[in-house]
T-cell receptor, first 111, second 114 residues
């Protein structure tokens, strides 16, 4: 079993839709939860970062962590074609520790 | 502009040849990392270094080697012992002891073995 499971998609939505991206993880010791966005042929960039459970909002993006279910989500409101990218979830156990990445979900927002 | 520079962007290699991928950063970060990305598998850690002249194996270090002689530089050598080297290689850096997850990535090097 992989430590982090993520549906690879692709997920195709019309412009303006609400997008929900999800990951599950197996180890309850994970405490830090991240979402990275990766455009085609580029390196990933950090999008959202949360510690422990709860929600975090940044503009059109909301990250949600449910540690009881070992489930993390990224919601994108009013999706734009420029949001088309691969979204990678990542988790880690300790402050400054190495990350474990999900496989990434390919998102396509059609105009 | 501060950032991470990887070179070359594209590289072709014949079987049996070693190849070295360059990674340079001017962010003054202590920690540097090499990841490998394959379709459907996400990023897998090859090696990481938290300080000059010290580095640790990641999850898939076999067939790879690194050095960290300068803070700014963390080159990766893909040796002929790596059985399936064709992949997208990403270098990253972070503040040592900084919040987990704040990695800064380069634009990657795509290696193809012919």
């Amino acid at each position: 079993q992989k430590e982090v499971e993520q549906d690879p998609g692709p997920l195709s939505v019309p412009e303006g839709a609400i997008v929900s991206l999800n990951c599950t993880y197996s180890n309850s010791a994970f405490q830090y939860f991240m979402w990275y966005r990766q455009y085609s042929r580029k390196g990933p960039e950090l999008l959202m970062y949360t510690y422990s459970s709860g929600n975090k909002e940044d503009g059109r993006f909301t990250a949600q962590v449910d540690k009881s279910s070992k489930y993390i989500s990224l919601f994108i409101r009013d999706s734009q074609p420029s949001d088309s990218a691969t979204y990678l979830c990542a988790v880690s156990m300790e402050y400054g520790n190495k990350l474990v990445f999900g496989a990434g979900t390919i998102l396509r927002v059609k105009s | 502009d501060g950032g991470i520079t990887q070179s070359p962007k594209y590289l072709f290699r014949k079987e049996g040849q070693n190849v070295t991928l360059s990674c340079e950063q001017n962010l003054n970060h202590d920690a540097m990392y090499w990841y490998r990305q394959d379709p459907g598998q996400g990023l897998r850690l090859i090696y990481y270094s938290q300080i000059v002249n010290d580095f640790q194996k990641g999850d898939i270090a076999e067939g790879y080697s690194v050095s960290r002689e300068k803070k700014e530089s963390f080159p990766l050598t893909v040796t002929s012992a790596q059985k399936n080297p064709t992949a997208f290689y990403l270098c990253a850096s972070s503040i040592a002891g900084g919040p987990s997850g704040e990695l800064f990535f380069g634009e990657g090097s795509r290696l193809t073995v012919l």
